[in-house]
């Protein structure tokens, strides 16, 4: 058998064009741009591309984006200092600093600054906190993309035996929620997990976020089972060039599991989607109103 390709850049401009139309309708209706500032410290070539593609994303989507391009030097108080101002600020209405900060700069002390309500990435602890107790949040982008995915293969994810491998605070944990929430029933692996391969075996619903290339090989896999790769690393590939492959063996894992996400192409879209997604929740939140249907 030969696994569907869960096709995320596809999907993606789908829910990219639905947002769109939502935050036309929340601009038409109750004069609402929905705003995302995104904040950049130093100068990371990959950090900077993402943000190109964050920022381009938004504006696709009719919503206004502020970009804050800041010096490696700049101090943690002037840091917080800014996000002070974006959290004071009603155009914006999702804040979103770009990871690694440079090391002088506490991350945890600064992404607690954003006021949970702005936190398009989910990660203070007040969404973290709203998530497990299962009320109304703005949940990290990357596990938020990984169900959607799995929701467009199953429907409902409800009875589904899930396992995540990895179990980092922006991802694993998250996405560990996220499935109980859609009621599958959920094991969360890593790197203490005796015997991986045989609990990857039991999972309808597989999810890799190690940062590992090719650790999960295709006999780690269910026969029809759904496998979710977000892992992105770079190896090296052909004639001195580098590629990015996954956590999985794609090309083993394809030929066993029912269907299966590329890398690229994947979860990424998929994720930069969400990141306006939470945009659009947060504007309708910050509101009053309802969640937006996309
Ligand atoms: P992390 O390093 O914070 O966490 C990795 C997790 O993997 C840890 O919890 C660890 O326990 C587990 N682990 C490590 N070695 C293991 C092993 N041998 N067996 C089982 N578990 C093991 O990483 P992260 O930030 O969660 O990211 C994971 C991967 O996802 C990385 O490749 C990263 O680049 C990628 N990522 C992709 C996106 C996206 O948009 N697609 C977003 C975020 C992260």
């Known amino acids: 058998m030969t696994a569907i390709l869960i096709d995320g850049k596809a999907i993606a401009q789908d829910l990219r064009a639905n947002i769109a139309k939502a935050a036309a309708d929340l601009s038409q209706q109750h004069g609402i741009v929905p705003g995302l500032a995104v904040v950049l410290v130093g100068a990371d070539p990959a950090s900077e591309v993402y943000v190109r ?4 994303a938004v504006i ?3 919503m206004r984006s502020f970009d804050h391009k800041l010096p490696d030097t700049t101090s943690q108080a002037d840091l917080i200092a800014l996000i002070g101002r974006l959290n004071a600020d009603k155009d914006v209405h999702g804040i979103l600093v770009q990871l690694p900060l440079p090391d002088h700069i506490d991350s945890s002390v600064v992404l607690n600054t954003i006021d949970p309500g702005k ?3 989910g990660f203070h602890p007040v969404n ?5 107790t299962g009320q109304r949040a703005l949940v990290p982008c990357t596990p938020y993309a990984c169900v959607l995915l799995a929701k467009r293969v199953h429907g ?3 009875g589904l035996n899930a396992v995540v491998i990895g179990r980092s605070n922006i991802v694993g944990k998250p996405l560990a929620q996220l499935l109980l929430a859609e009621n599958a029933t959920v094991t969360i692996a890593h790197s203490k997990t005796r015997d991986l391969p045989g609990v990857c075996r039991r999972a309808d619903l597989l999810f890799a976020a190690v ?3 090719e650790m999960v090989r295709g006999d780690w896999i ?5 496998v979710i790769d977000v892992g992105i690393n770079r190896v090296p590939g052909d004639a001195g060039k580098t590629k990015l492959v996954g956590d999985v063996a794609f090309a083993e894992a394809r030929e066993i599991a029912g ?3 590329p890398v690229p192409g994947g979860v990424g879209p998929m994720t930069i989607a969400c990141v306006i997604l939470n945009t659009l929740r947060a504007a309708c939140a910050g509101a009053g109103l309802p969640e937006p249907q996309v």
């Open 53 to 56: 593609s964050k920022s381009k």
């Open 60 to 62: 696709d989507a009719g």
């Open 119 to 121: 936190d398009v990435d």
């Open 128 to 132: 973290a906190g709203r998530l497990a």
């Open 156 to 158: 409902s994810l409800a």
């Open 211 to 213: 940062g590992r290339p």
């Open 222 to 226: 269910a026969p029809g089972a759904t």
């Open 259 to 261: 269907a299966i996400t």
